[in-house]
Protein backbone atom coordinates (compact mmCIF):
# COMPACT_ATOMS: atom_id res chain seq x y z
CA UNK A 1 0.00 0.00 0.00
CA UNK A 2 0.94 3.38 -0.73
CA UNK A 3 -0.04 6.42 0.80
CA UNK A 4 -0.33 10.29 -0.57
CA UNK A 5 -0.91 13.28 1.21
CA UNK A 6 -1.19 16.82 0.80
CA UNK A 7 -2.83 19.96 1.56
CA UNK A 8 -6.51 20.49 -0.39
CA UNK A 9 -5.90 21.12 -4.64
CA UNK A 10 -2.27 20.07 -4.22
CA UNK A 11 -2.80 18.03 -7.16
CA UNK A 12 -2.66 14.73 -5.64
CA UNK A 13 -4.37 12.68 -8.02
CA UNK A 14 -3.11 14.03 -10.93
CA UNK A 15 0.21 13.24 -9.39
CA UNK A 16 -0.34 9.65 -8.55
CA UNK A 17 -2.18 9.15 -12.34
CA UNK A 18 1.26 10.40 -13.80
CA UNK A 19 3.52 8.98 -11.77
CA UNK A 20 2.30 4.85 -11.82
CA UNK A 21 0.90 5.92 -15.61
CA UNK A 22 -2.69 4.70 -14.52
CA UNK A 23 -6.49 5.79 -15.74
CA UNK A 24 -8.80 7.26 -13.92
CA UNK A 25 -10.91 4.36 -14.43
CA UNK A 26 -9.07 2.77 -11.25
CA UNK A 27 -9.95 5.57 -9.28
CA UNK A 28 -12.75 4.98 -6.70
CA UNK A 29 -13.51 8.77 -5.31
CA UNK A 30 -14.42 8.70 -1.61
CA UNK A 31 -15.18 5.18 -1.42
CA UNK A 32 -14.32 1.81 -0.19
CA UNK A 33 -15.23 -1.00 -3.09
CA UNK A 34 -15.75 -4.23 -1.86
CA UNK A 35 -14.52 -5.65 -4.97
CA UNK A 36 -12.80 -4.36 -8.11
CA UNK A 37 -12.84 -5.14 -11.64
CA UNK A 38 -11.39 -8.07 -12.70
CA UNK A 39 -7.77 -8.15 -14.61
CA UNK A 40 -7.45 -4.53 -12.06
CA UNK A 41 -4.62 -4.47 -10.23
CA UNK A 42 -4.01 -1.05 -8.68
CA UNK A 43 -6.93 0.40 -7.22
CA UNK A 44 -6.67 4.36 -6.20
CA UNK A 45 -8.85 5.52 -3.40
CA UNK A 46 -8.83 9.40 -3.87
CA UNK A 47 -10.31 11.83 -0.51
CA UNK A 48 -9.54 9.20 1.58
CA UNK A 49 -10.63 11.79 4.26
CA UNK A 50 -14.19 12.31 2.95
CA UNK A 51 -14.69 8.55 3.26
CA UNK A 52 -13.60 8.68 7.19
CA UNK A 53 -15.83 11.84 7.63
CA UNK A 54 -18.85 10.26 5.86
CA UNK A 55 -18.18 6.44 8.23
CA UNK A 56 -18.24 9.01 11.45
CA UNK A 57 -21.13 10.42 10.33
CA UNK A 58 -22.91 6.86 9.86
CA UNK A 59 -21.98 5.85 13.24
CA UNK A 60 -19.10 3.44 11.21
CA UNK A 61 -16.00 2.34 12.78
CA UNK A 62 -13.57 3.62 9.44
CA UNK A 63 -10.38 2.27 11.35
CA UNK A 64 -11.59 -0.82 11.51
CA UNK A 65 -13.33 -1.03 7.97
CA UNK A 66 -9.73 0.31 6.82
CA UNK A 67 -7.59 -2.54 8.19
CA UNK A 68 -10.16 -5.07 6.93
CA UNK A 69 -9.76 -3.11 3.46
CA UNK A 70 -6.15 -3.30 3.37
CA UNK A 71 -6.35 -7.46 4.44
CA UNK A 72 -8.08 -7.71 0.77
CA UNK A 73 -6.86 -4.95 -1.54
CA UNK A 74 -2.65 -4.56 -0.72
CA UNK A 75 -2.34 -3.28 -3.73
CA UNK A 76 -3.57 0.27 -3.65
CA UNK A 77 -3.00 3.62 -3.13
CA UNK A 78 -4.64 5.67 -0.89
CA UNK A 79 -4.85 9.67 -1.38
CA UNK A 80 -5.99 11.80 1.86
CA UNK A 81 -6.04 15.52 2.52
CA UNK A 82 -4.09 16.17 5.40
CA UNK A 83 -6.19 16.97 8.33
CA UNK A 84 -5.66 18.72 11.27
CA UNK A 85 -3.23 21.39 10.28
CA UNK A 86 -4.94 25.18 10.77
CA UNK A 87 -7.32 26.36 13.23
CA UNK A 88 -8.77 24.03 15.49
CA UNK A 89 -12.77 23.45 14.83
CA UNK A 90 -15.82 24.98 17.20
CA UNK A 91 -17.67 22.02 16.61
CA UNK A 92 -17.38 18.72 18.53
CA UNK A 93 -18.09 16.64 15.68
CA UNK A 94 -15.56 18.54 13.49
CA UNK A 95 -12.75 17.95 16.45
CA UNK A 96 -13.62 14.51 16.88
CA UNK A 97 -12.98 13.85 12.69
CA UNK A 98 -10.29 15.77 12.71
CA UNK A 99 -8.74 13.26 15.65
CA UNK A 100 -9.87 10.23 13.98
CA UNK A 101 -8.41 11.18 10.82
CA UNK A 102 -4.74 12.22 12.31
CA UNK A 103 -4.38 8.73 13.85
CA UNK A 104 -5.80 7.26 11.55
CA UNK A 105 -3.12 8.48 8.86
CA UNK A 106 -0.56 7.82 11.19
CA UNK A 107 -1.46 4.04 11.50
CA UNK A 108 -1.90 4.07 7.79
CA UNK A 109 2.26 5.50 7.39
CA UNK A 110 3.34 3.30 9.55
CA UNK A 111 1.87 0.32 7.30
CA UNK A 112 2.50 1.70 3.92
CA UNK A 113 5.49 0.76 2.17
CA UNK A 114 5.74 4.35 1.05
CA UNK A 115 4.38 7.91 1.94
CA UNK A 116 4.62 10.45 -0.20
CA UNK A 117 3.44 14.50 0.26
CA UNK A 118 2.26 16.58 -2.49
CA UNK A 119 2.94 20.22 -2.56
CA UNK A 120 2.14 22.48 -5.67
CA UNK A 121 1.81 18.57 -7.89
CA UNK A 122 5.14 18.32 -6.83
CA UNK A 123 5.70 14.89 -4.66
CA UNK A 124 8.52 14.55 -1.98
CA UNK A 125 8.69 11.00 -0.55
CA UNK A 126 8.61 11.04 3.39
CA UNK A 127 8.91 7.49 3.36
Request: net charge negative; with cysteine; aromatic share 8%.
Amino acid sequence: MKLVIGGYAQGKLAYVLEKYRLQEDVVWDGILPDQTVPGQKTIVIDHLHQWVKNRILDGGYPEREIEAFLNDFEDCILISNEIGNGIVPLDAFEREYRERMGRILIWLAKRAEEVERVICGIGQKIK
